[in-house]
């Protein structure tokens, strides 16, 4: 044994992801109340793959500190949305996560993104998956 601990592990909260498209300089087309654009693509990416859309969200909300939209997915569906975003994200930013009991990790520790990263608001993140977002809920 090398004296250091073990890597803490999580397991995946009924096998689902998130992907969370988010603003970028190159999306300055999102306005506030109102986002034809990022409906356009929310609203293609239901259409192709199998997702459950979420909201969207105007204003910084919780880490996330651009508007956003998300989508979750089962595992089995990654291998058939990475490969669209990737060219399709129309210059938005998508953080891919795992839904894990750890919403910290889930952000920092498992999330790829396209594009460039946007810097998230990690201080106001819980040690836990807040319960109103939990895949059981």
């Known amino acids: 044994m090398t004296g250091r601990s073990s890597p803490v592990r999580h397991e995946i909260a009924g096998s689902q992801i998130a ?3 988010k603003q970028t300089p ?3 087309r999102w306005r ?3 986002s034809p654009f990022a409906e356009g693509l929310r ?3 239901v259409s192709k793959v199998a997702v459950e859309p979420g909201a969207f969200a105007d204003e910084p909300q919780g880490p996330h ?3 956003q939209f998300n989508v979750i997915f089962e ?3 990654f291998r058939n949305i990475v490969p669209w975003l990737m060219l399709n994200h129309k210059d938005f930013a998508a953080l891919i996560h795992p839904l894990t009991e750890s919403n910290r990790h889930d952000l920092t520790q498992y999330a790829p993104w396209l594009v460039t990263p946007v810097p998230l608001t990690l201080a106001w993140l819980s040690a836990n998956l ?3 977002l939990s895949p059981a809920a």
């Open 26 to 28: 190159l999306t300055s």
């Open 75 to 77: 595992i089995p569906e």
């Open 19 to 21: 992907c969370k498209l």
């Open 130 to 132: 807040p319960e109103k």
């Open 65 to 67: 500190p651009v508007p």
């Open 32 to 34: 506030q109340g109102s």
């Open 43 to 45: 609203d293609t990416l």
